[in-house]
Nanobody, 123 residues
């Protein structure tokens, strides 16, 4: 069973950038599709971005398209989320997740989740 650990969250101002990382403890990392989700207080968990096994396919939520970039380094068992032009509405706990599907943008398709990292964007 893969374990995921996110890092890189923090408090930033609107317009700033952050890069989240998610390290996976598995030798078969390249067999997992990976995704980032976020959840703000009082709201449901929502899809942010996803990347396929070998990074040939990426999906983004409309709200982050053009500002966020998902990438992965299979040699380092790590997936990243580069977040630029951050907005206060991006404030949430961010979770990475792993799926045995090639790629997915629905939470139920993911079977392993990290503990989350908080991103707070002040105006």
């Amino acid at each position: 069973q893969v374990q995921l650990v996110e890092s890189g969250g923090g408090l930033v101002q609107a317009g700033d950038s952050l890069r989240l990382s998610c390290a996976a403890s598995t030798r078969t990392f390249s067999s997992y599709g990976m995704g980032w989700f976020r959840q703000a207080p009082g709201k449901e968990r929502e899809f942010v971005a996803a990347i396929s096994w070998r990074a040939r396919i990426t999906y983004y939520a409309d709200s982050v398209k053009g500002r966020f970039t998902i990438s992965r380094d299979n040699a380092k068992n790590t997936v990243y989320l580069q977040m630029n032009s951050l907005k206060p509405e991006d404030t949430a706990a961010y979770y990475c997740a792993a799926t045995l599907k090639v790629v997915a943008n629905i939470p139920n398709e993911y079977n392993t989740w990290g503990q989350g990292t908080q991103v707070t964007v002040s105006s």
